[in-house]
Each structure stands twice: as C-alpha cells, then as structure tokens.
C-alpha cells in the first residue's frame, strides 16, 4: 500500500531548544558558526580571560543586532571559563571545540531564562513555535521546560559536558535562591 504524501520531517528540526536557539542568536544553523570556528585559533582564552568563541559570537550578535545583550553573552562566556578552570584543573587544562562551547553556551541561555524568567520563556518559546516551526507541537509549558536533552556524536566530549552542566545548573540554581 501507497504511503500518503506525508511530509518528512528530520531528526534535527524536532530538537526544537537548539532551534529556538539559534534562532536567538539570529543564526539559521550551527554550520554558520562553524564555518569560522571550527579552527584552533578560536580554542583558548585571550588576555582578557574571555575564550575567542566568545570574542567571535559577540561580534556576530553585534552586527545582527541580536537581542541577547553583551553583558549576558560576556557573564555566559565568564561562567563557562569559571566552570572550565575547576573541572580542568586536574586535568592539566581543557580546550573546547566550538560545537562543545556552542552546547555549554545554550545551556547558559536556557538556565538564565529557565530560573529567571520561566513563564515568559514559556511564552517566548510557544510563541516562536507557532511562527517558525511547520511541524505541530503541544505547546511547552512551565512544569515541562525542566528537561534538556544533548545530542552528540561519540567521542565528541558528552561526558566533559555533562560536568559542565552540573556546575551551570548549580550555578543558576543557587543564584535564583539567593545562594552565594
């Protein structure tokens, strides 16, 4: 039997946060970003303690006259080289690749906007859905936006990441209790 002209629909544009994301940053897919930064002149830190990842989004954002401030993509940058230094230390250091420091970026992102601000996220969100995504979702809501989800090659650093990720969530978590 025939199938119906069903429309198909690729794993990729069902990971609706990182769309949604790069959506933010004006950007229509990671391949923009790494075009340029896939090189190891954008690995490290520059002399103002900030990683050259950092340095290159920033100034994209500023041509595209994204609505992300400076200060937020500066405070995201100083939180992932802060968490980078204390799970590095023991391990001589560590070098990000841009698709790594790209996943540790929208996990600040959502974290920021998840214990700041979860109703309007919510909302942003939603609302984006309906506008840019040809696929039906059950619109999020606040109690379901408590999940990520990281998809990534093998060998491709998940295990690093995941260390990352607890420092960021502890992170926001104690800034949104008031915990410092």
Not at 40 to 59: A, L, V
Request: charged share 25%; proline share 1%.
């Amino acid at each position: 039997m025939a199938r119906k002209n069903v429309p198909q629909i690729y794993f990729d544009d069902q990971l609706v946060l990182f769309q949604y994301f790069l959506h933010e940053l004006k950007l229509s897919s990671l391949d923009e970003l790494g075009k340029e930064l896939n090189s190891i002149d954008y690995e490290g830190i520059n002399e103002s303690g900030n990683t050259y990842f950092y340095e290159y989004i920033s100034r994209v954002c500023r041509m595209r006259n994204v609505n992300i401030s400076q200060d937020k993509l500066r405070l995201y940058d100083e939180n992932i080289c802060r968490h980078t230094r204390h799970i590095g230390e023991k391990r001589g250091g560590l070098r990000w690749k841009y698709f790594q420091y790209v996943a540790l970026l929208f996990t600040e992102m959502y974290l920021d906007r998840y214990f700041s601000d979860r109703e309007n996220f919510c909302k942003d969100l939603n609302e984006w859905l309906q506008r840019f995504i040809q696929v039906e979702f059950q619109p999020y809501t606040v109690d379901k936006l408590n999940k990520l989800a990281f998809m990534c090659a093998t060998g491709s650093g998940k295990t690093l990441i995941m260390h990352m990720n607890i420092l960021q969530y502890q992170y926001y978590f104690r800034r949104a209790r008031g915990c410092w």
